[in-house]
């Protein structure tokens, strides 16, 4: 089974990216962000992607951009396929909004609260988007963004476990094989 | 009401004799996906302890331990992981960045106890059921975090460099030398491994910073010789390298050069004479031999303010750095600027002062509180075979000084070389050199007792020597050098079958029936050195203790005469690092004599 069929009929109707094809049954398309909604659309209509099988979003920092899966899953195939969106990740960070498909599928809801919530990308249309997900009373920024400092927040808001301890593997050798420094 | 209303139900009817897709046993039958992020596994002898994992992980979630049943070896630091998973987030940035791969995850995710402490556990080492899952998460193929590859060095090709003493090593220029530091995960496991303990990490750092100068001051804290040893030095460090085991070993060597070559010499004479005590001591050190050791001590010494003079039979410091190190590999005026900064410390040094004829190890043991003998080895041994004794069979080390002394000698259009070690492929490479530019063409031919695979030379030597046109021949041993109406004429060698007997003895055997001439007019011996003790005298050699041929020191370099030490190729051996780290050591073990000895005044 190979995924270039499909790819090849979606490329004569849009704009799109390259296939990345991780496993028979699973490939990735990147595709602009105007074309995401009639893409949805038409794998869900059209080509048997009837289920939304999650949406998550990567923080890739040092290109400066949010990159969106919408995953999608062809029951009746047995084939997954992600469609990538990617958003200028300081204009998101400054509230640049990203269009909600709660109405293609209400799960979408779900996922966009989540996503507003971990990474701080606002879907300014999605049923209940504002509200806590899991993170009741957070304060810092949001702790999926690559520069929140996990270490430092865990340093500043757990006390450390009693009992560890750790040794410094350059040190430990100068001690067991050259106690003198000679 | 239709028909098909009240027959629907019974049709479903049919799936009772279908295999049910629900799991029967879902608490134990449900695994995890083959690439799944479980509870880590350590395959124990494969982890080397460097703490990579504990230095990425993001939540502190990682210890590293001692473990009773791992020892601490060059290379492996003895330590191993230890997870607490009240911390770990199950990221895999520690499997990710495993520097031998030993660290995975299992697809397990199942674990239930009443004790909280059993959840920070050392894997591999602490015994889990899954320790031999095969499926679970694995660092992708391809997928590395830190470069596995080397920066390439620039050299000069065999074209543009066989007819000339040119450096040739052009060495790193910004841009390479950070992004081979990039690859070095600070680990500091090479630290134990370098005889002198040079602080590789710290100064790698500096590279990555542009901090050059802070970079000379940490080169200068343990070693005097950068520009010497950022060239020549034997680099055992990359051997103990993290990065060695899934690619390339850091560039160690190449980044130390990088660093001196940044820092204009003036500004290295400042950085160097940082801390140096003004108030001169009433204690005044002779050293015999200005090569690594005897200079390395001498900065030391006259650093911290006591009197240092070095003697110096040659006409010019560095020993063997200079009279042996051909000039393609280590530059004069290289030397000279690690020589010139240990003179600015206060260093006498004097040249063309030969103990025992200009003046008598006597009279410096009465004009001094304590002596240091580093004298090398400059003798070179002979293999005593039938015609060695010809005027034209020379040992190598007596050559390579003739080259330092810039004597232009005729070589002959056929040399045979007799030795496979590192002094035998200088020899090699310079006569071939000089061959090259006097007759146009090589000639030299180079025999060596060992097989090629055991060659005592560095790979790089050999294949660079044979790039240059030495013609290498492993596995021959010399027979005799054979010699026409007065003059010699070829080197008569038989094949070696095996160097050393089952106990280890060097003890050749030989296959009679396979003999070969090699064509030469000049004979090379450089099967090893020898100290010339001579100028000891009678009732001192008499006085100390000997180890065979060498003078008996103990860990501090001290010999059975309480006013003197002794270090270096002499003594110690065998390369540049090693006399540099027995400098320290004996200049430390001195202040600490002289120290006691006020504390009893």
Redesign the interface.
Known sequence: MTMQPLYQALKAGFPIGELTEQRPDLAFITVPREQLRGLLLHLRDQEGFTHLVLLTAVDWIEEDRFQLTYLLHDRKGARDIGLRVMLPRQAVIEGAPMESIHDLWPTAATYQRELREMFGIDFPDSPGVNEDFILEGWREIPPYRRDFD??KY??ET?AP?PG???????????A???PD?? | MSLSDVLSPFSAWKNLFRDPVSIPDPLNDRPGAPRYRGFHQNDIEKCI???TC?AI????A?????VAEIA?K?GD???RPRI?Y??C?WCALCVDVCMTSSLSMSNEYKWVDHDPEVF?FTPGIDLKHWDSTELGYRRPEGHRLTGNERVVMGELAPEARADSFVEIVAGYDLEQAKLEADRCVS???C??TCPT?MAV?EYIATIRDGDYEQGVRLLYQTNPFSNVCGRVCTHRCETSCAARHEGDPIAIRWLKRHIIDQVPHDRVKQIAAEGRVNEPSDHRVAIIGAGPAGLTAAFDLAKAGHGVTVFEALPAPGGMMRYGIPEYRLPYDKLDEDVDVIRSMGVEIRCNTRIGEDISIDQLREQHDTVLLAIGLHQGRSTRIPGSEHEDVVSAVELLRRITFGERFDVPKTVAVIGGGNVAMDIARSLARMQRQQHGQVGVTLVALEAEDLMLADREEIDEAREEGVVIIPSRGPRQCLIERDAVTGLETVHCVSVFDEQGRFAPKYDDSDIQVHDAGLVVEAIGQAADHVFLGESLTEALEWERNRIRID?DGHTSESWLWAAGDAVEGPDVITAV?AG??IA?SMMLAFAQKSGRE
């Open positions: 996990t270490l865990s340093n757990f476990r560890r301890e750790s040794q410094d593997p350059a040190q430990y050798m100068k067991q094989l050259y420094g000679a | 302890g460097c703490g504990e992980c993001q939540n502190a990682i210890d590293m331990v001692v601490t060059p630091s003895g330590l607490d009240g911390r987030c920070r680990c500091g496991l630290v134990a303990h990490p860990a780290a320290h050591r430390a």
